[in-house]
């Protein structure tokens, strides 16, 4: 991407995330770090998927009808579930495995670019497989923007959750794993502009496609690859937040607690102990004891094990769709 226009949008998406606070302070620093790695690489395709594919898309649907949303769950302080910024640990959450992909390919394209050689993709059988990294890359946020639309969307469905591995067992809204078709709808919608924006501005390579019916069916596969892969990080993300990580529930509320900055929400239990590891209170700030600890006997594990938080999730499910999308990609050239 051209460093000016680069430069542009990172000052105004950060900017942005300022005025609207969307961002912490500290998750605007990695927002940018993240978008510097993304604008350096000189497919532009990657910064659209990120700035507009991904937070633009995230943050609007995290927004819409919050009023709404504050009466469906309770915040870990026990004060209405409002939406708070999102932390640089959940920005990386959802970026790094794309950031990592991104770097190694442009270190592997370097030589050609100080060349002043035209960089393009292709997946020619029989040819190079660096321009696999760059479909991990657009599986991987098709995947991220799908489980966003589908987990701040999908709350807002009429009917009730149902817990993904047992349909039959309906759960309170924003339990980990419960999924609902107004959810399912979202996430296909996420993963349809991933593509939309993949298939707009990827720079497809000459020998990809001799013709317009080639060029035509080229980019038809790789949407179809990328809205694919949006549907199965939104199931497997489902998949992973019913089973390995802990929903709390509010018993007195009879609602799901919800988690400051995708960490974990710990029962008054398990505060306890925290607090008995270290003495005279050491090793336990007063942040942890506020954010986490509820009335004795008020909060429990409703469903899944508490293994992963929020932001493990995330990052699992975004490294595993990202990993599958280059597998695919190397399928593909062979």
């Avoid at 959450?93 to 991104?102: C, D």
């Avoid at 993963?191 to 060029?215: G, T």
Wanted: hydrophobic share 45%.
């Amino acid at each position: 991407m051209h460093p000016l226009l680069s430069t542009a949008l990172t000052v105004a998406t950060a900017y942005r995330a300022y005025s609207h606070k969307s961002l912490t302070p500290l998750g605007i620093v990695a927002a940018v770090a993240t978008s510097v790695v993304h604008s350096i690489h000189p497919f532009s395709t990657l910064t659209t998927c990120l700035l507009f594919g991904f937070y633009i898309v995230g943050t609007a649907a995290t927004k819409h009808k919050n009023a709404i949303k504050q009466t469906l769950t309770v915040s870990s302080t026990g004060t209405s579930g409002e939406a708070t910024p999102r932390t640089h640990v959940q920005v990386f959450a959802n970026s790094i495995s794309a950031s990592i992909l991104i770097l190694v390919h442009y270190f592997l394209i370097y030589g050609d670019i100080k060349a002043g050689k035209e960089i393009t993709f292709s997946l020619v059988s029989g040819g190079s497989w660096k321009d696999t990294l760059i479909v991990g890359v657009m599986t991987q946020y098709a995947a991220v923007c799908s489980d966003t639309l589908s987990s701040e969307l999908g709350i807002l469905s009429r009917s009730q959750p149902r817990l993904i591995y047992n349909p039959l067992k309906a759960v309170p809204p924003g339990t980990n794993g419960g999924v609902s078709l107004a959810g399912f709808v979202s996430g296909f919608a996420g993963s349809v502009w991933i593509a939309f924006i993949c298939v707009l501005a990827l720079p497809v390579a000459k020998e990809q496609a001799s013709s317009s019916d080639e060029l035509f069916k080229f980019k038809a596969t790789i949407a179809g690859v990328v809205i694919a892969a949006g549907m199965l990080g939104t199931v497997l993300d489902s998949f992973l937040g019913a089973t390995l990580q802990a929903s709390v529930i509010d018993v007195k509320a009879g609602k799901i607690v919800e988690s400051e900055g995708g960490e974990k929400v710990l029962v008054a239990g398990t505060v306890r102990r925290r607090l008995a590891a270290g003495k005279s209170g050491m090793g336990a700030t007063a942040k942890t004891k506020a954010v986490s600890d509820g009335p004795s006997g008020s909060r429990k594990v409703y469903s899944g094990v508490d293994v992963l938080s929020n932001n493990g999730v995330n990052l699992a499910m975004a490294g595993i769709v990202a990993a599958g999308g280059v597998w695919w990609g190397w399928w593909y050239t062979q």
